[in-house]
């Protein structure tokens, strides 16, 4: 039987403990396992680095979220990506990544993996003669982020995965502000999925963590080989608390996607303000490809003030309900200013983000609480805004 996304996030690797019946699967805080005899350990497990029943009901429930055949949790998401590359990359291979990726992700191909022999290419993701004049001979990769952070691109993943796959290529999507609620990249052609669970995907803003999801089951021996190997695996604590959140991921995306749409149309309304970044809005470029290919829109809006980097800066400061913090993706609402926080790993190279750009992280509070934050942030920023009960916030349509 094929359940849906919402039975899956609460069933999926979580069957009640066959000792006690309990609903929650319990925290295995242990090292090691008692063995039946020498090389014959009790259903697999020997050592908590190689296997762990709490981190393997999260990696059970990750893989069928995305419908996927194996997933692998590691301690945070830029764990996962280092061992994705670790795995599947050898010096003097090459790499094409989007040309507004997450700057920690930017960080590890240009700071960490180039030192090793890795080579990498940024491009244009959303315009496919760019990304097929960027691929090499010697290419292996091809990195997607749709939606992109900080500017909220869209790809089509479908033509991208065709792209590299006739380049002899995997396509390989970082998911994380789309969640598996809102799109499942394996089933458009992608070979591996990443994830920062640390965002939606635990959505407390209270563990950190990350994932990688395969289709195939050859690859996935092979990082499950290397996430051993190197062994930046996800505690049990962890593994448990996000858990936790996929059981209430599919309520709390609506939310997000709601409150985001309704920010985004207020935003949109303002003239002051030179741009609006959410695939949900109609003029936004990627609309029609997230139209096709997400259930939603997110719960991300970026915007950018039009007045220069302090005015944006301002903004950022004078938010109140809109808390000033790094990452994303929790229950409360963040703000922040990328180019001097998330993505300042990017000044100066062809990845440097605008510096009037503000980045919101919409949460599941009051919508109109938030919307009202926001025009007093903006106001005091010294920025011309309308009330907000003026502003036009029609729901954009999306796919069910």
């Keep these: 039987m094929t359940h849906s996304f919402e039975t899956l ?40 680095r190689t296997a762990n029943p709490t981190r393997k009901a999260l990696e059970e429930c990750l893989a069928a979220l995305e419908r996927g055949l194996r997933g692998l949790a590691f301690a945070s998401g830029l764990a996962a990506e280092d ?25 590890l191909f240009a700071r960490v993996a180039e030192r090793w022999g ?12 760019a990304v097929r004049a960027a691929l090499r001979p010697e290419t292996v990769l091809l990195w997607a982020e749709t939606p992109t952070n900080p500017l909220l691109g869209i790809a089509d993943i479908a033509a991208l995965a065709s792209l590299a796959h006739s380049a002899g290529a995997r396509l390989v999507v970082d998911n994380t502000f789309a969640s598996p609620y809102l799109q499942q990249p394996l089933t458009l052609g992608a070979d591996v999925v990443v994830h920062s669970t640390t965002k939606y995907c635990g959505g407390h803003s209270d563990v950190i963590g990350g994932a990688l999801v395969v289709s195939d089951s050859a690859l996935g021996e092979e990082l499950a080989y290397h996430q051993n190997a190197i062994g930046a695996v996800a505690g049990p604590f962890d593994a ?16 997000h996607c709601d409150n985001a749409e309704r920010v985004a149309a207020f935003l949109a309304g303002q003239p002051s303000l030179s741009s609006v970044l959410y695939p949900g809005l109609p003029q936004h470029p990627g609309h029609a490809i997230a139209a096709r290919q997400m259930r939603r829109y997110g719960g991300m ?29 929790g229950v409360e609402s963040l703000i922040e200013h990328p ?20 980045r919101l992280s919409v949460g599941i509070e009051a919508v109109d609480d938030l919307i009202a934050d926001l025009a007093q942030a903006l ?20 796919p069910r």
């Design 240 to 255: 448990w608390l996000t858990l936790r959140g996929l059981r209430t991921l599919a309520i709390r995306m609506e939310r």
């Design 83 to 107: 061992t994705l590359l670790r795995t599947i990359c050898n010096p003097g291979d090459h790499v094409v990544i989007p040309d507004d990726a997450y700057g920690g992700t930017y960080r």
């Design 301 to 329: 809006v970026s915007f950018r003030v039009g007045a220069g980097e302090e005015v944006a800066v301002a903004v950022c400061n004078q938010a109140r309900l809109f808390l000033l913090g790094e990452s994303l993706g």
């Design 339 to 358: 180019g001097r926080m998330t993505h300042a790993s990017a000044s100066g190279s062809p990845l440097e983000v605008p510096p009037d750009l503000v």
């Design 118 to 129: 890795l080579r990498w290419t940024a491009a244009p993701l959303h315009d496919l003669e």
């Design 379 to 398: 106001r005091s920023a010294g920025l011309d805004i309308e009330s907000p009960h003026t502003s036009a916030v029609g729901r954009p349509s999306a």
């Design 9 to 48: 996030a609460i069933h999926a690797g979580q069957d009640p403990d066959p000792v006690t019946g309990a609903v929650v699967p319990p925290i295995f805080a242990t090292s090691t396992y008692q063995q039946n005899a020498v090389g014959a350990p009790r259903q697999g497990y020997e050592y908590s």
